[in-house]
Nanobody
Framework: QVQLVESGGGLVQAGGSLRLSCAAS????????MGWFRQAPGQEREFVGA????????LYTDSVKGRFTISRDNAKKTSYLQMNNLKPEDTAVYYC???????????????????WGQGTQVTVSS
């Protein structure tokens, strides 16, 4: 079983930056695709981005391209979401998740991810 713990959320002004961390325990972190998602109040959870097992490739939703960067440190069993130039519409609870499949593709569907963290709140003020 895999446990994921996000941290690094908080309150930031528009234009500011935050770095979220997702620490994993259990399982074999280096064999998992890592995904990041977010859920704003009253809205469905949505895909933000994902990173391959080696960290060599990433995929982002259009609204965060050029502003957010996902990375990972397999030795530390941690994935990161660096968020720059934050906007009020980025306000949400952010989640990391694990795709344990053997897929070589980065996938956006929530149901394709097996384990989830508890989420961390990001609030961007205007």
């Amino acid at each position: 079983q895999v446990q994921l713990v996000e941290s690094g959320g908080g309150l930031v002004q528009a234009g500011g930056s935050l770095r979220l961390s997702c620490a994993a325990s259990g399982g074999t972190f280096s064999t998992y695709i890592m995904g990041w998602f977010r859920q704003a109040p009253g809205q469905e959870r949505e895909f933000v981005g994902a990173i391959t097992r080696s960290g060599s490739s990433t995929l982002y939703t259009d609204s965060v391209k050029g502003r957010f960067t996902i990375s990972r440190d397999n030795a530390k069993k941690t994935s990161y979401l660096q968020m720059n130039n934050l906007k009020p519409e980025d306000t949400a609870v952010y989640y990391c998740a694990v795709d344990r499949s053997q897929s070589s593709l980065l996938r956006v569907g929530l149901r394709l991810y097996d384990y989830w963290g508890q989420g961390t709140q990001v609030t961007v003020s205007s």
